[in-house]
C-alpha cells in the first residue's frame, strides 16, 4: 500500500466454516488439529495478531485498510476510530453497544465480537466482526486443552460471557447487517465512500493468499523444535480468563482449571476429592497467589 492508494473498508461473511489463527501463535499449541480435520475445518494463519476464532456464515466480518498516514499514532485511538461503526450499528440495534479494554467489544455486557489490528506494509489493519449467532460446542471441540475439565469450564464461562445478536433478541441477516454497517462507516468518518466488487485480479491474488495462509509452511511458524505444550491459559472475554493451575499436596500433585475474573479465581472444575477444601482455597483468591514461574504451587 502506498500514500496514494485507497484506504478500504471490506465487508464480507464467510460461505464456509474455517478457523483462524493469530500470527505469533503456535499452531498446534492452541489447535487440536486431529479434530479440526475431522470436522473438515481448514485453519489458516493472519498475518496480525490475536487469538484463535471460528468463523462461519453467522458472522460478519469488517477489514479496514488504511494508510498509516491517515490514522492516529495511538493504538488506542485507532481502535476507537475504526470501531466506532460497529458501535453506531449496535446502538442502532437497541443495545449498549461499548469497547472494552482498548479493543474489546461488548454489547449489554457480553464479548459480541473479535477483534484483531496490527501493520501489513504500510497499512494499519483493524478486523472485526459482528457475531449473528455463535456456535459454542465446535469452537470448545477444537481448542486444545490439557484436560476435559479445562474444556468444559471454557464452554460454560464462553455461554455465559460471549454473546450473539440472537441471543440478544435481535434478528438480523448479514444482508441487512452490511447496509447498516456500510451507512455507519459514511457517518463515522466523515468521507464519502465508493462502494465497488472486487475486481478479477484481487480476487485471484486473495486466492492466492488464502492458499499461502493455509500452507504448511506458513501455520508452522513459531513451532518448536522439539516439543509443544497445550495451552494453559485460554482468554473467553475481557478481563475473564481460563487457567489450569497445577498444586502439589504433599507428595500428590494435582491440576484445576480456575475460572479468573479480574486476576480473582471465581470458579474451578475438577473430580478431584475434596472439592470443598479447594473451594474454600482457592475461591476469592488472586492468580498471583497461585500462579508463578513454573505454574506450581506447594501447599
Same mark, same amino acid.
Given at each position: ?88 450499528? %449496535? !446502538? @442502532? #440495534? *437497541? ?5 472494552? =479494554?482498548?479493543?474489546? &467489544? ?58 450473539? %445478536? !440472537? @441471543? #440478544? *433478541? ?5 444482508? =441487512?447487517?452490511?447496509? &447498516? ?119
Amino acid at each position: 500500500m502506498t500514500e496514494s492508494s485507497q484506504d478500504t473498508v471490506v465487508l464480507c461473511s464467510p460461505k464456509s466454516p474455517y478457523l483462524s489463527i493469530g500470527y505469533h501463535q503456535i499452531v498446534d499449541s492452541v489447535l487440536n488439529t486431529r479434530i479440526c480435520k475431522k470436522l473438515d475445518l481448514p485453519i489458516f494463519r493472519r498475518r496480525i495478531g490475536g487469538g484463535t476464532t471460528y468463523l462461519d456464515h453467522n458472522q460478519i466480518f469488517y477489514q479496514c485498510i488504511f494508510h498509516h498516514s491517515r490514522v492516529p499514532g495511538r493504538t488506542d485511538r485507532i481502535y476507537q476510530m475504526m470501531l466506532a461503526a460497529p458501535i453506531m450499528v %449496535l !446502538k @442502532k #440495534l *437497541g443495545l449498549q453497544g461499548y469497547l472494552h =479494554s482498548t479493543n474489546e &467489544l461488548e454489547a449489554n455486557g457480553l464479548r459480541i465480537a473479535g477483534i484483531g489490528g496490527g501493520r501489513i506494509g504500510a497499512a494499519v489493519v483493524v478486523v472485526g466482526n459482528l457475531l449473528i449467532d455463535f456456535n459454542y460446542h465446535v469452537m470448545s471441540q477444537v481448542w486444545n486443552v490439557p484436560n476435559t475439565y479445562f474444556r468444559e469450564l471454557a464452554l460454560v464461562t464462553m455461554q455465559e460471557r460471549v454473546g450473539s %445478536l !440472537k @441471543k #440478544l *433478541g435481535c434478528i438480523k441477516t448479514t444482508k =441487512s447487517l452490511e447496509a &447498516l454497517l456500510s451507512k455507519a462507516y459514511v457517518e463515522c468518518f466523515n468521507r464519502p465512500i465508493l462502494e465497488s466488487e472486487l475486481s478479477q485480479e484481487e480476487i485471484d491474488k486473495g486466492r492466492r493468499t488464502a492458499k499461502y495462509l493455509a500452507s504448511g509452511k506458513f501455520l508452522s511458524l513459531h513451532r518448536p523444535i522439539y516439543s509443544f505444550e497445550t495451552m494453559k491459559s485460554l482468554k473467553i472475554s475481557a478481563g475473564v480468563f481460563i487457567h489450569n493451575l497445577r498444586l502439589k499436596v504433599k507428595d500428590d500433585e494435582v491440576e484445576i482449571p480456575v475460572r479468573v475474573d479480574k486476576s480473582i479465581i471465581k470458579g474451578f472444575k475438577s473430580n478431584i476429592d475434596q472439592s470443598q477444601y479447594y473451594k474454600d482455597l482457592l475461591i476469592g483468591t488472586s492468580l498471583s497467589k497461585w500462579k508463578d514461574n513454573s505454574n506450581s504451587k506447594k501447599f
